[in-house]
C-alpha cells in the first residue's frame, strides 16, 4: 500500500481464502493511538493494541477495486454492478430539497431569546420543508443525542418514525463529507424503537429551549405536536403499530442530486468513476443496508 499523498509505503494487501488483511499497516498520523480496555485507567491497559492493528484484525476497513462492482467492506466481499447501470436503485435513495443550495451552515448562528433556527440553516430547512410530514418534530440535537430531529408522523398510514441527521458542507462528490453523519445514523439505527426506558429522560429534555454557541434561545425542541403529555400519547401509540414505517434521513447540503446522477451517466457509458464517487457509492450502500436490516428505509437529502 502507497500513500497518495506522499508516496510512502504503508503496508500491504494479503488476499487469504477467507478474508482480506492488512499486515504492516501504518500510518504516522495514528501511530501513536492505542485501543484500550475502558475498564482501567487509560494508559495502564498493559494488553492495549495499536489502533492500525485492531483496525486490521477487526476488519474496519473498506478495499476497493478495478473492477467497480466489488467491494470488501468490514470483512465481507460484495457485488453490485448498478454502480456501472446507471444507479437507478441508489437513487431512489436519494431525494432533491431545493433549499439545501441556499445553506450556508448547519444549525446557524444563536442570540439570547432567538425563536427559530437561522434562515439559511439546514436546520432550518429540516423544520420547514424536509420533516413537513411529521406532525410531531422533536429537536434532539446536543447531549444524549439519537439524531438532530425526531419526527413522528401520526396522522399517515402507516404512521411513521423518523430520524433526521444534518450536516453542511462544499459540494463535492468525497465519501470524507459522510463519514460522520453515516456513523451517527447507523449507531442510533436501535433507538428507532424509541425504548421506553430511555424516554423520561428524552422528555424532560425536549421540555427546555435550544442552548447553541452559548445562547439560551427560545427556540423550542417540541417544535410541533403539542406539549408533553401530547407528545408522550403520540408516540407511545406510534411506538405500538404494528406496520410503523422507520425512516433514517442524512440532510446535506454537500452533495447534488445532479452531480451523481451525472456521475452515474459516465459510469454507463464506460468512463471510469472518479475513486471519490466509488468509495462515496459503497459508504453510502453501507448505509442503506445498515437501514434495512433492522427494517428502516434509508435516504439521503441533498441540493437538486
Known sequence: ?????????????????????????????????????????????????????????????????????????????????????????????LQAAPPLAQATSEKGTFADGQQAFGDTSVFRAIVDHIARDADVLLCDDLGDEWADFIG???????PMVSFYHAKHGARSLSAAAFHDSVGQAIKNLGRMALPSEAMPAKYASWETPYRGAGAVTAIPR???????????????????????????????????????????????????????FVQLYWLLVSYFSACAEIGAIGYVVCQP
Not at 497518495?4 to 494479503?14: L, T, W
Not at 413522528?152 to 402507516?158: D, E, F, K
Open 222 to 276: 417540541m417544535i410541533r405536536g403539542g406539549g408533553r403529555l401530547e407528545i408522550e400519547h403520540r408516540i407511545q401509540e406510534v411506538r405500538n403499530a404494528p406496520d410503523l414505517l422507520k425512516r433514517v434521513f442524512i440532510v446535506t447540503s454537500s452533495l447534488s442530486q445532479a452531480q451523481v446522477e451525472a456521475a452515474f451517466s459516465a459510469a454507463a457509458t464506460g468512463e471510469p468513476p472518479s475513486a471519490h
Open 152 to 158: 413522528i408522523s401520526t396522522v399517515t398510514r402507516p
Open 1 to 93: 500500500m502507497i500513500h497518495p499523498d506522499d508516496h510512502a509505503r504503508i503496508g500491504s494487501v494479503k488476499v487469504g481464502e477467507t478474508r482480506i488483511s492488512l499486515p504492516g499497516f501504518t500510518l504516522p498520523s495514528i501511530a501513536s493511538i492505542f485501543v484500550e480496555d475502558a475498564a482501567v485507567p487509560v494508559g495502564t491497559d498493559t494488553d492495549r493494541t495499536p489502533l492500525t492493528r485492531y483496525l486490521d484484525r477487526e476488519d474496519l476497513f473498506t478495499v476497493l477495486f478495478s473492477d467497480f462492482a466489488l467491494a470488501y467492506i468490514d470483512g465481507s466481499l460484495y457485488r453490485d454492478e448498478a454502480l456501472l447501470g446507471g444507479g437507478a436503485d441508489f437513487l431512489r435513495h
